[in-house]
């Protein structure tokens, strides 16, 4: 006859089996098990900051139908547009005149004569907001430049960065060091320092 439900019990534990497992929890760490497993947790982390911390900011901006990226450490004011005055005896394309930036004048100019686009931005304002760009360093004077729309910064990872095609006819290529996939467009990525130097002589 079977024995009653009541009857039936859990296997009680080996003789010794409790004893054994608390003597192994009890036991001392063996030496640097801690250590390796506090590199092990933060690893992910410190590589996700070292990352970041590479991650270089870029100002996407635009002229005619041309996304461009600017190195933001070149970027020192972004402002509405405002009136330029022409500078006497200073009559060519690239110069469009000197504007006043909160007491400072600063020469405005047009970056798509430098660039190339500007013939083929002709006409085409698109639906955003023109904004003032001043750019410059600690070792070129400030200029101004006037953009057909300023999207913002951008944090730009190493592995978005694209190689310009060797056989791209772009606009302003010449000045572009990489390209840069940004909300469907290939946005062109200008080597400041180049893009400076190439305004300061034009400046001269």
Known sequence: ??????????????????????????????????????RHIAAPRRETEAAQASAAKVLIFRLGREWLALPAGLVTEITEPRRSHSLPHRRDRLVR????????????????????????????R???????VVIGDAERRRVAFEADEVHGLHRCMEAELRPLPATV????SR?????????GHAVGRLDGPALLDALGRGLA
């Open 175 to 183: 000045f572009t060091d990489a390209l840069i996939d940004w909300q």
């Open 126 to 132: 698109g639906t955003g907001f023109a904004r003032l």
């Open 1 to 38: 006859m079977a024995a009653p439900d009541d009857d039936i019990k859990p296997d009680a534990p080996a003789a010794g089996t409790s004893a054994g497992a608390g003597g192994l929890l009890a036991r001392p760490l063996p030496e640097g098990y801690r250590a390796e497993w506090a």
């Open 169 to 172: 006819e772009r606009a302003g």
């Open 97 to 124: 005149g000197i504007v006043n930036v909160r007491g400072e004048l600063l020469v405005k100019v047009a970056l798509g004569e430098l660039l190339g686009t500007a013939e083929a931005s002709d006409g085409e």
